[in-house]
């Protein structure tokens, strides 16, 4: 068996923090250029370099995404982003274009370099291409089958790494190369600036009747036609490690702290369960079900792994995504009191009863017996969005402890 990574999104510099405390091995991030997710707050310079400290510090990775494909005018800033990369020291980089590839191994020859999904990987030969080249890691197309992975990794050199995604939103065009969002918003999606049409609701327009709009009925509710459920596959961590896969990736760097600390805690003690003991993990597969249920996601498939997806693989019928539990924060540091110090993310009043998360796997239902301002003025409620508030959950609390709270109607339009 390989020594199997979990590599864990991250947004911004809390999110990186949250997601090594609650059990990842490796974390990737975006700089605040060249990579695909122009929306998420991204990292500053000083903040890569702060976040690279903290994981190693903790003794995990951390891989920067350089994995837009270039245009003319992107080559010179790669080239000038890379050499500022050179003091923050990456532990790799995530790169899908040859040109920024080339580039990559000029200016920083001493730095790993993975081949991004966006280059679509989908056969034995493309892995020993890059490899020859110097890649140490390849990411597969989310549209392979675990039976093309496993002959993949029976024809590359051992010592060459597959990461594969394991869990996480599925984008409508092949590996992610898609042209919805530049066709109708000018925003291109391979060059990280996505709107997601593929979530749309869409109409039929004949063209002799401009303007007048036929429905496509799926139901009464319409038809969401390019609407991919997200991919799961908690429940098949056994398969996924007997297919060689080096790196179980986590979509999602648009995602907040809540979740990223959900699915990490989660899919650690699966995959150190499974390691240990596959009769312990079968005995725990509710749990990891029951888990991955509190986090905010569409419904679940196993995507290509089992085969091309059918017909029950696309959400038809609405573009909500299921919203069981709501961030309120996470434990700064706590007071001889026994409160904690949080940055309030969603209102939360005095009275109600919340979940306290912990890294290490347990989940406390507490009542909130007081919430009190910076000055140590009581209120009933925190309404204000980032507003510091100190906490008094009846029991004492940690640093990194997630406070939640379960929420009745479940689901939330996106």
Sequence with gaps: MRNTELLIPAGSLEILKTAVIYGADAVYIGGEAFGLRAKAHNFSLPEMKEGIQFAHERGVKVYVTANILAHNQDLPGVEEYFKELKDIAPDALIISDPGVF???KRILPHVEIHISTQANNTNYGTFRFWYELGARRVVTARELSLEEIRQIRSRIPEDMEIESFIHGAMCISYSGRCLLSNYFTGRDANQGACTHPCRWKYAVVEETRPGEYMPVY???????IFNSKDLCMIEHIPELLEAGIDSFKIEGRMKTALYVAAVTRTYRRAIDDCKKDEALYRRSLEWYKEEIGKCTTREFSTGFYFGKPGTDSQIYDNSTYHKNYTYLGTVQETDAQRRARIEQKNKFSVGETIEVMKPAGDNLLVTVKG????????????????????????????????????????????
């Excluded at 799926?218 to 969401?224: A, S």
Aim: proline content about 6%; overall charge negative.
């Design 371 to 414: 919430i009190y301002d910076e000055e140590g003025k009581a209120q009933e409620s925190a309404p204000h969005a980032r507003q510091i508030v100190w906490v008094d959950l009846g029991i004492p609390t940690e640093p990194w402890d997630i406070l939640r709270r379960k929420e009745e109607s479940g689901k939330t339009a996106v």
């Design 102 to 104: 080339a580039i990559a």
């Design 218 to 224: 799926e139901n009464d509710r319409g038809t969401f």
